[in-house]
């Protein structure tokens, strides 16, 4: 069942050297209970698309078009007043610096029970009580719901964080490089955490993130984007075995695998320049079969198999 | 082959700052055992990675070989000379030509207000300034800007840092490493803070340059993947201590230290169905203070095979066979 | 063509945000061109020698032939009040000269060596931050010049290094603020790893990432200048009363309002004070336009 669906969604930045197309034109779904990853490099627009989803984007952005359609709502022509009602209580997000949305006065026990008084009116008491409870549900041990965020590793903060969606059931948790600024083995029982709390409370998830390996691991279908547009979307079994695009092709064969001896695959160039990005298909001064086509004209993404979307000339009949 | 560099049991200890307050009651100073006893040995033309997480001191280690800090305590011995405590004016005359560092962040490595061939071209103006005219100077700066891809050198080389993207800093920064031809790089995640399809660009170009170069390199990394990758010998530190060390392929495909196992066991694999099949070994805590090691064995606190022996002795690194080596009572 | 559509695209992007900052700078701007302007072509606006005397009736008032009216001795204010630009930006450039050559190099020195020196000189700067700076002004003065017998420039001279004692301090404190902060960055530590002495250090890598936060303070040391300049002529150890300068004016000027001689001190008041805001917008806005903290319009 479909929880979320972007349709042809359209952001810009406007900035001192011009306008930037962040995203241009991108459509995907979420189901729910499902966990799906967004994989880009920098300037793919990956972290504009969580931000625009909630409708959080810096003053020089703006939703240009398109439809954010959130259990059966368009929350593009939502008013900011029933936004902040969604924001937290049915999405929420977690960021990979939990230490900017953490108040450094703040303990964290409150963090979770400020959460809950706002978004579901509890009383003091019993906002303590279910604040404490989600902490300890999520590996925070009780005799450090006292402590101040400061207090706590990488790790504890970011635990903190998912502890407030845990208490607050949201649908959808936004999820923008979670782990990456942790160490592999916190790393693992972060997306442990979320792996257990989808299959607790059937939460969706979008995984935001850079890293293919961290995607393999937790998600169940794969965004794969480049240049504010989406090249590729599959389970995780069609991104990783039948790999169709040019672009998801190189980034699988350029990271280094453990116990492979083969040389390593580079795709040639930098990412665009999103002030001109380059016309035709985005990849295409970049990818190895470009033709007079790609040049020219932007592939749509066409459904090849069931569920496995691809934006590339070769796939199109 | 000659061994190029050898550390024997090098100690950085980072002093704990004091309040007023903590003074004032006569609290002990306390200090951060970054570094507490590391010892290896790297051989010309060898690539050793040093493995760990953050706050293990790999990147401390790495600083101290190249003497951009003070060792607290131990023995660096580059090309046979003793330079654990020697002065930067001695280091300046020789030193400094034959080791170089590369650092994670190719944004914060370059001087925003030089321009990249100025920067490239500095290392020459401080130690060639009066044998090399500027022409010569500027065709070896241009050079070694097209040995490291920044091509058409005569494009970069006008143009400043905010104006190249990730990738191009990174081979700025690593033509300027090799422009005074060294003989040793420590590689600090030089790959770490870029796109993951520069990544790979990166990491081939440093294997090139090690080849064309004769370079040897310590390569520091907390990716166990890449360390694969590049490395001949890999060295796993833990809390400030080398817990394993071996042959690539032996330390990664038959890891021996629990520690090793796990930080193994906790890597996401780029293939679904790998991770979902492989068993593994799951730590349920976070690394203790670096400034309260645990007695023993570090690592006892987190291990699940903990005895009481390790509680109490700290083990020395056990041979398991000519190439590898670990410090982990079970294999005594 | 290319610049074209960059200029184009940034004052798009500006004029939408058109800040408080911005609207500052800019009246800051007009008027402090204006200042220079005067003082550079002073000979061809001021209508009469500003120090010829009896060049109308003594207390003429406003009037088309003279625009500010006459003092005492019939001078012309207007003629006066141009000229007297001159001498108020010439305390005003050497002081912040002399502050910024001082202040500067041993900001950064005291911040890259740290330690000791750094103790002691900021010390020694904290001390002369806390003296009032008008009364230091004055004991420089007074001790650079005992006989008060000076040539015109050297007080002028004299003037401005009293100043720029004061203001040193205001220099160093910012320099070597940013100098701590800019010295841990990564290609600080590159430029020791390639072998960099000291000295080339401080001079090519950190010394051009640190000086920003500077220049909003030589405005500010602009503004007090003229300030302190005024001040000092007022007290009377400042330039003789014949010369023209806005300070002497003031203190010549003021003893005549209660015969209802208003403008022999008005319109060289109202010139410091132009003066002084000018520097002062200019400054202001600086200081928020450099702030690093504030993100500007970035995606």
Known sequence: M????????????????????????????VNRGEVVGVVGESGSGKTTLGLAILKILPLNGRIVSGEIIFDGRDLVKLSEEDMTKVRGKEISMIFQDPMTSL?????????????????????????????????????IPENRVLDYPHQLSGGMRQRVMIAISYALKPKLLIADEPTT???????????????????RQKTSILFITHDLSVVADIADRVI??????????????????????????????????????SDLYTIPGNPPDMLNPPPGCRFHPRCPFAEEKCRKENPPLVEVSEGHYVACWRCVK | MSVILSVENLKKYFPVEQT?????????????????????????????ALVGESGCGKTTTGRLVVRLLKPTGGKIVFDGIDITFTKESELRKWFRRKAQIIFQDPYASLNPKMKIGEAIEDPLLIH????????????????????????????????????????????????????????????????????????????????????????????????????????????????????????????????????????????????????????????????????????????????????????????????????????????? | MESLIFFKNFFKAFSKVRSLEEKMLRIGLVLATALILIAVLAPYIAPYNPIEMYIGAPYTPPCPQHLFGTDSMGRDVFSRVIYGTRSALMVAVISAAFAFAIGIPLG?????????????????????????????????????????????????????????????????????????????????????????????????????????????????????????????????????????????????????????VWWTSFFPGLMIFLATLAFMLISDALVEYLNPRKERLRP
């Open chain 1, 181 to 199: 600024a942790l160490d592999v083995i916190v790393q693992d029982q972060i997306l442990d955490l979320l792996k257990e709390l989808r299959n």
């Open chain 3, 108 to 260: 950064l020195i005291s911040g890259y060596v740290g330690g000791v020196f750094d103790r002691v000189v900021t010390l020694i700067m904290d001390a002369l931050y806390a003296f009032p700076s008008l009364v230091m002004a004055l004991a420089i003065a007074v001790a650079l010049n005992p006989g008060g017998s000076a040539s015109v420039f050297s007080i002028i001279l004299n003037t401005a290094i009293a100043i720029s004692v004061v203001y040193i301090p205001s220099y160093f404190r910012v320099i070597r603020a940013t100098t701590l902060s800019v010295k841990e960055n990564l290609y600080v530590e590159a430029a020791k790893a390639i072998g960099a002495p000291p000295f080339k250090i401080v001079l090519k890598y950190i010394a051009p990432n640190a000086v920003n936060p500077a220049i909003p303070i030589i405005c500010m040391n602009f503004a007090d200048a003229i300030l302190t300049a005024a001040g000092l002529s007022f007290l009377g150890i400042g330039l003789p009363p014949f010369y023209p300068d806005w300070g002497v004016d003031v203190s010549k000027g003021w003893k005549d309002i209660p015969n209802g």
């Open chain 2, 20 to 48: 007023f307050l903590d003074r004032l009651l006569g609290k002990r100073k306390e200090y951060v055992k970054a570094v507490d006893g590391v010892s290896f040995e790297i051989k010309r033309g060898e690539t050793l």
């Open chain 1, 2 to 29: 479909t929880l979320l669906e972007v349709k042809n969604l359209k952001v810009e930045f406007v900035t001192v050297s011009g306008s930037v197309k962040a995203l241009d034109g991108v459509s995907f779904t």
């Open chain 2, 128 to 332: 060639f300034g009066d044998k090399l005219s500027k022409k010569e100077r500027k065709e070896e700066v241009l050079k070694i800007m097209s040995k490291v891809g920044l091509v058409p050198p005569e494009y970069f080389y006008d143009r400043y840092p905010h104006e190249l993207s990730g990738g191009q800093r990174q081979r700025a920064v690593i033509a300027r490493a090799l422009v005074l031809r060294p003989e040793f790089i420590v590689a600090d995640e030089p790959t770490s803070s870029l796109d993951v399809s520069i990544r790979a660009q990166i990491l081939k170009l440093l294997q090139t340059l090690k080849e064309e170069f004769k370079l040897t390199f310590l390569f520091i990394t907390h990716d166990l993947a890449t360390a694969y990758y590049i490395a001949d010998r890999i060295a796993v530190m833990y809390l400030g201590r080398i817990v394993e060390v071996g042959d690539a392929k032996k330390v990664i495909l038959n890891p021996a230290h629990i520690y090793t196992r796990a930080l193994f066991s906790a890597v996401p694999l780029p293939d679904p169905k790998l991770n979902r099949s492989r068993s593994k070994i799951k730590i349920r805590s976070e690394p203790p203070n670096p400034i309260n090691i645990p007695s023993g064995c570090r690592f006892h606190p987190r291990c699940p095979y903990a005895e009481e022996r390790c509680r109490r002795q700290n083990p020395p690194l056990i041979k398991i066979d000519e190439k590898h080596f670990t410090a982990c009572w079970l294999y005594s």
């Open chain 1, 103 to 139: 108040n450094p006065t703040m303990r964290i026990v409150d963090h979770v029970a400020e959460a809950l008084i706002v978004h579901y009116r509890l009383s003091k008491e019993e906002a303590q009580s279910k604040a404490i409870e989600a902490l300890t549900a999520v590996g």
């Open chain 1, 224 to 261: 794969i984007m480049y240049a504010g547009k989406i090249m590729e979307i599959g389970s995780v079994e069609q991104i990783y075995y039948s790999t169709l695009h040019p672009y998801t092709q190189g980034l699988l064969k350029s990271i280094p695998k453990i116990g492979s001896n």
